[in-house]
């Protein structure tokens, strides 16, 4: 079955310093690509997506590029703020018994910024 | 404005009882999700639909149950056989796009 595993966190990192939260995945065939974002006492919104090998997604300044050879789906940002400090959710997406589409989650990594 | 609405946000259920969840959504998606999320874990799927009167057990779906009669609308139950209910529950829906868009979840606690 499909997988994702993502970086245990909590990730701790200075304003302005460089953030990577690194994705890895397995599926059977050629899905889309997700990072959701999820504040405090909130739900999940999408950060950003890439639907095929070579794809990058951008959003606020993150940005993760889609390798299919090495099934990976890695978050990076350049400058990050405090206003980032959240739980990063990593997530696949594949067409499931042709009726519609079936997201696998990684476990979450949490971020935390210090001014 | 479209999106996925879920209600109440916070939820308190005494021993034995069984409550509802509801998620609305009006961004005419054919698929909608159940998921659980406990303290500084990730997402478990509880219940999944992909049409109308169809619905599908996910990886937890002991003492809960759902129902779709409508399109908008995905109920989830939470049932006195759940024996650990507290939980942050999140209901999404998903379109031909792929992605998936989330409610603002309920919190529900034993009391």
């Known amino acids: 079955g499909n997988s994702v595993t993502q970086m245990e966190g909590p990730v701790t990192l200075s304003e302005e310093a460089f953030l990577t939260i690194n994705c890895t995945y397995t599926a059977t065939g050629y899905p889309s690509l997700f990072w959701y974002v999820q504040y405090p006492g909130e739900g999940l919104q999408l950060l950003l997506k890439?639907?095929?090998?070579?794809d990058k997604g951008s959003n606020k300044g993150f940005e993760a590029t889609y390798r299919k050879e090495t099934t990976s789906f890695h978050l990076e940002k350049g400058s990050v703020q405090v206003s980032d400090s959240a739980v990063y959710f990593c997530?696949?997406?594949?067409?499931?018994?042709?009726?519609?589409?079936?997201?696998?989650f990684g476990g979450g990594t949490r971020l935390m910024v210090k001014p | 404005d479209g999106g996925i609405t879920q209600s109440p946000k916070y939820l308190f259920r005494k021993e034995g009882q069984n409550v509802t969840l509801s998620c609305e959504q009006n961004?005419?998606?054919?698929?909608m999700y159940w998921y659980r999320q406990d303290p500084g874990q990730g997402l478990r799927l509880i219940y999944y639909s992909q049409i109308v009167n169809d619905f599908q057990k996910g990886d937890i779906a002991e003492g809960y149950s759902v129902s779709r009669e409508k399109k908008e609308s995905f109920p989830l139950t939470v049932t006195s056989a759940q024996k650990n209910p507290t939980a942050f529950y999140l209901c999404?829906?998903?379109?031909?796009?792929?992605?998936?868009?989330f409610g603002q979840g309920t919190r529900l606690t034993v009391v």
């Open positions: 997530a696949l997406s594949e067409i499931f018994n042709n009726a519609g589409n079936m997201l696998t």
């Open positions: 961004l005419n998606h054919d698929a």
């Open positions: 890439a639907t095929k090998a070579d």
């Open positions: 999404a829906s998903g379109g031909q796009r792929a992605e998936a868009f």
